[in-house]
């Protein structure tokens, strides 16, 4: 009892868990304490187990079974459950001496029973409880070396089937079931550890198909079976390891796993982990199988992805950018990719040559990848190539006329000292948009972003005067051209200030009382300060009833 401190739960779960767990203290029920231990049940989203630990070499640690104690933390749930025993600390030596004298005694009378009895009593206590008939039924078949006994009953223990309603098994059977495949976990544990590697091998293969192939019907929001998967993982590793079963055997299963993609999802079995087991031949067989299964399949993303690892692994750029070149994005990015790779193999021309047949084969630059644009800009500025980075930059704004584009095709004409024949001949396909689809599109939109971007505020005014503009670009107007232009932008403010007022919510009113500020600001430099009071004497009549509007325009002196 010395570690468990309400200053150490802090420590333990954080100050968010820490606080969290406070609201879960009445949700605590059920509390059995042990020796060494302390469990409950915690009602929360769902009912979590947890236990504290009180001993050991780590001091205060604790398990839940709750999504985020399953990931390693200590919950909030453990927060509650830690609050509840110290509560009751005055009670918890004598429990734990309780427990203590139970569990001694139990031991004394298992110790003087006869054989006879012994066998009765399990005899009694498998009839009793299906569990206990099932973990000892595994263990007989081990035993036994009986490896179509554990077979069959492996097949039992990863059955949804009694515990499934139409076919799926729901969140709140979805523990028991896990509960159940963990046996056929761990009886495949068991053979490892009982030089029967050989058997571990096959077993683990089939349990993670059979896991794999009743996950999809799981309700898994615990991850239980996930994790079950993943013990599944190293279970086989670790058995062919023992074993050494034949690399051409074994990569032929290994590719076969990483290319399902059920399996592969359930349990990530990583081909190249398997190097010291595969040996020179094994790998040979691992590279040639991953060959047949991408001509196979060459669009599908785990052939590819496996391709791409192994030729990696291998320092071999070719048979990666082979892989690439099998199924090209129509945007560019997949030569793109082949570009970066050649570039870090040191094969600059290549490099350029793929990226610059990127441009040539998506051929609408409207659709294209923007980061290839922008790889090939950089390479011909690199290069010196200012003319040919303008005429890219210019040929991507005329079938893209953004913001972005304009700016980049900016960037590049003033590296280049053309910005002035540039941005005249950008302005004029803006306008003529701008012109052609009507006010308030986005034709106008563009023109008066990039007039706004340059700093030409009086040709920003007369494009959203003449063409539209939406409101956020009005609002921009009238904030950079309130010094100088305190009458126009009054206008703005009070267009954008009327809807606002039917309006509710303190969004609303934040931004209504900003346009009032900036009101005040043009009044002042009209003269016009009177105008502004009776506006907000007005306003305030007809909006006395919002609060909140009344308060925020209090503190702001409005």
Not at 272 to 301: K, S
Not at 374 to 392: C, I, W
Not at 444 to 453: C, E, G, R, T
């Amino acid at each position: 009892m010395v570690g468990l401190t309400e200053a150490k739960l802090r420590t333990l779960a954080g100050t968010r868990s820490f606080e969290r767990g406070l609201g879960y203290v009445d949700a605590v029920s059920g509390i059995e304490v042990g020796t060494d231990s302390i469990r409950a049940s915690v009602q929360g989203t769902h009912r979590y187990e947890a236990e504290l630990s009180l001993g050991g070499s780590r001091g205060l640690s604790g398990e839940c079974d709750c999504p985020y104690g399953q990931e390693g933390n200590f919950c909030k749930h453990l927060v509650a459950l830690g609050l509840v025993a110290l509560s009751r600390k005055a009670d918890l030596p004598s429990q734990r001496k309780t427990a203590r004298n139970r569990a001694q005694g139990l031991d004394a009378w298992l110790s003087a029973l006869s054989r006879e009895e012994l066998l009765a009593l399990v005899r009694n206590e498998i009839t009793e409880d299906r569990n206990v008939r099932r973990r000892l039924e595994l263990r007989a078949a081990s035993a036994r070396g009986d490896l179509a006994a554990l077979r069959s009953r492996l097949r039992e223990l990863l059955d949804i089937g009694p515990f499934a309603s139409y076919g799926y098994v729901e969140y709140a059977d979805a523990r028991a079931y896990a509960d159940q495949a963990g046996q056929a976990v761990s009886a495949i544990r068991a053979l490892t550890a009982s030089d029967r590697p050989a058997d571990a091998v096959a077993l683990a293969r089939e349990a993670i198909a059979l896991l794999a192939a009743a996950a999809e019907n799981v309700d898994d929001s615990d991850g239980r079976l996930g994790q079950m998967g993943a013990d599944l993982a190293d279970l086989h590793h670790t058995a062919c390891r023992a074993a050494r079963p034949d690399p051409e055997e074994l990569a032929h299963w290994l590719v076969g796993h990483a290319v399902d993609e059920a399996a592969a999802d359930l349990t990530y079995v990583d081909p190249l982990d398997y190097e010291d087991v595969l040996g020179e031949r094994g790998m040979a067989a691992l590279r040639r199988h991953t060959v047949l299964a991408w001509q196979a399949h060459r669009t599908g993303w785990a052939e590819k992805h496996l391709m791409q690892r192994l030729a990696k692994a291998g320092r071999d750029v070719d048979t990666v950018i082979a892989v690439h070149a099998a199924d090209l994005a129509p945007n560019g990015h997949t030569h793109l990719l082949i570009a970066r790779e050649l570039e870090s193999s040191g094969r600059f021309a290549e490099a350029l040559e793929w990226a610059e047949r990127g441009l040539r084969d998506t051929g609408n630059l409207a659709t294209v990848d923007t980061a290839l644009v922008d790889h090939l800009t950089d390479r011909y500025t690199q290069a010196g190539r200012l003319t040919d980075a303008v005429a890219l930059r210019r040929a991507h704004f005329t079938s893209r006329r953004t913001l972005l584009t304009y700016r980049q095709l900016r960037a590049a004409a003033q590296a280049a000292t053309c910005w002035p024949t540039e941005r005249e001949n950008a302005l004029t396909l803006l306008r003529a948009d701008a012109h052609a689809a009507g006010k308030n599109t986005q034709g106008a939109s563009a023109l008066v972003d990039v007039l706004l971007d340059d700093g030409d505020i009086d040709a920003a005014w007369h494009a959203a005067t003449t063409s539209g503009a939406h409101d956020t670009q009005w609002r921009t107007l009238a904030d950079t051209s309130r010094p100088t232009r305190p009458a126009e932008a009054l206008a703005v403010y009070l267009r954008l200030a009327k809807p606002l007022t039917h309006e509710t919510g303190i969004r609303t009113y934040e931004e209504l009382v900003s346009l009032l500020l900036s009101m005040r600001d043009c009044h002042r430099a009209l003269g016009t300060q009177d105008d502004f009071t009776a506006y907000v004497t007005t306003l305030r009549t007809t909006q006395k009833r919002k609060r909140n509007l009344m308060r925020l325009m209090d503190e702001h002196g409005l």
